[in-house]
């Protein structure tokens, strides 16, 4: 099944609650995907630093000395630790982690970061104190597994680009032939999960120099399988469905916030959710909105 | 009038409170708060009338004899799934396969449905005042599917004895679905059915589709239509 949820805040006013909103929306989605639960979070581009999410198997020890050994500033929060660093110092500090044994990049960019793990909804969402953060717009996932293992890194949210992230319910046939495929093409997906496949697609569709929408509506055609993919950029939130539709998808949208859900259950607990516009997004249909 | 409050209560209870109704009850209920829960007043099966203020779920009013319930919001998947009797209407949308494989009574949706429409169905009314998914009616065995609105794709695909009434614009028609005319019966049948769905719209505008009957048994010259 899998759970996902999304909320791309237009007010201002509420970028204090988005955690706490969104949290509610994925622990509601807790029945969708007991496995294991991510979130996707976007704030901060504005002070002109690069962020890393990283995450590591032994926080206590490898997170012990990470700043002095990184030159960078790194804030843990239990096994994830998001490093901040200089624009042009990241590609040095991304090369560091990489070389420390164990250690993982989730995720990079100006704004995004990402909290994942193992677990209830409900208690990875306590581990990494979710209701607390503020920003502009995030998603989240709620994981039922299917394609690849119960791990950390099977968790969704996955991210491939700067930036960039990705949350699927459903399920992808062709993902072992695009593997090999965006492989040949230098692009990396690190897991045997069909997601990472379809957010690097979207990654190296960008680096082509399509934008997202263009990206989305190439993997219409390319994408093979059930699937409904809610993504997420520095500025925006996308939204699109496969052409045969199964996988369930309701969506809001007020003056204040576009949201989205697996089920209407997810967003009850939204402001003035009677009063917003709420439909079912179309098969095959690529859904964008943007800051 | 009876309030039955889903956050209060818990669906179980809301739900057993319905089903113990005895026969023959005309009792009437308001479920509040309902917050998108599943299987909101399933397996009733007494004529009574239930009012849910909100939207739903997957499967509201699944399995309904006799009862008559009425959804002032919208329902997710599997609204009226294998109906037997009675009356279910949404005043705002369906999500997929409302209607599902049930057997009889109406169902209304006053908004738009979604996919999957009336798959399967078995000898329930169904009147959707806005539009339809793709793949609607697919396999339907008998009962009526009416559309005020638009229907999309593969209308009616691998159709049984099921009869269709769109008044918009058909996408596409699935296999063995077809054109067929608007006789004096079915102009009755559809005045009966819009009466009953406080739908108001001209019989006479509407097009009736139905089973070519090629795909009933299998003949190897149609093999490439299944």
Request: with cysteine; aromatic share 6%.
């Amino acid at each position: 099944m899998c759970g996902i949820v999304g909320l791309f805040l237009k007010d201002r006013a509420l970028e204090a609650d988005l955690g706490r909103l969104l949290t509610d929306m994925l622990v509601s989605m807790s029945d969708r995907g007991p496995d294991s639960a991510g979130i996707a979070v976007y704030r901060g581009h504005e002070d002109g630093q690069v962020k890393l999410t990283v995450q590591a198997p032994d926080p206590d020890t490898q997170f012990e000395s990470l700043g002095e050994v990184l030159g960078a500033e790194v804030t843990r929060i239990d096994t994830h630790a998001i490093v901040t660093c200089a624009p042009e110092d990241a590609d040095a500090v991304r090369a560091k982690i990489r070389a420390i044994d164990g250690l993982r990049l989730m995720s990079a960019g100006d704004a995004i970061e990402i909290y994942k793990e193992v677990g209830l909804p409900k208690t990875v969402a306590e581990r990494f104190n979710l209701p607390t953060l503020r920003g502009t717009h995030g998603i989240g996932h709620t994981r039922m597994a299917t394609e690849s293992a119960v791990t950390t890194l099977g968790a969704h949210p996955f991210s491939t680009g700067s930036d960039q992230c990705l949350v699927h319910n459903g399920s992808l046939s062709n993902h072992n032939s695009l593997r090999r495929q965006l492989g040949r093409r230098g692009v990396e997906v690190e897991t045997e999960n069909d997601t990472e496949v379809a957010a690097a697609y979207l990654t190296w569709k960008m680096r082509e120099g399509a934008n997202l929408r263009e990206a989305l509506e190439a993997g219409i055609d390319d994408l093979d399988g059930f699937y409904t993919f809610v993504v997420g950029t520095r500025d925006g939130f996308g939204v699109v469905r496969d052409p045969i539709a199964c996988k369930p998808a309701v969506m809001a949208e007020t003056d204040q916030y576009v949201a989205f859900g697996s089920e209407y259950r997810a967003l009850v607990g939204l402001p003035d959710i009677d009063a917003a516009r709420v439909w079912e997004p179309e098969p095959a249909t690529v859904y964008f909105w943007e800051h | 009038m009876q309030t039955l409050d889903v956050s209060a209560q818990g669906l179980r209870e809301v739900n057993a409170t319905l089903q113990a109704e005895p026969g023959g009850s005309n009792q009437a209920f308001e479920i509040v708060n309902p917050l998108g829960s599943h299987a909101i007043a399933v397996g009733l099966d007494a004529p009574i009338e239930v009012t849910v203020k909100g939207s739903t779920g997957y499967y509201c009013a699944g399995m309904n004899q006799q009862a008559t319930v009425n959804v002032q919001g919208s329902v997710g998947p599997g609204a009226a799934e294998n109906m037997m009797s009675g009356k279910v209407v949404v005043d705002g949308d369906a999500s997929q396969y409302a209607g599902a494989t049930a057997h009889g009574g109406l169902l209304v949706i006053k908004g738009n449905a979604s996919s999957r429409c009336g798959i399967s169905m078995k000898g329930i009314d169904i009147v959707v005042h806005g539009n339809i998914g793709h793949m609607s009616a697919f396999m339907a065995q008998a009962g009526n599917l009416v559309v005020l609105g638009d229907a999309g794709d593969a209308l009616g695909d691998s159709l049984y004895e099921a009869q269709i009434f769109v008044r918009g614009e058909v996408k596409s028609l699935g296999a063995d679905c077809v054109e067929k005319d608007l006789r004096a019966e079915h102009l009755e049948t559809l005045t009966r059915l819009l009466a009953a769905a406080d739908a108001d719209a001209d019989p006479s505008e509407f097009r009736r589709y139905g089973s070519a009957r090629k795909l009933y048994n299998f003949d190897i010259d149609n093999a490439g239509a299944y």
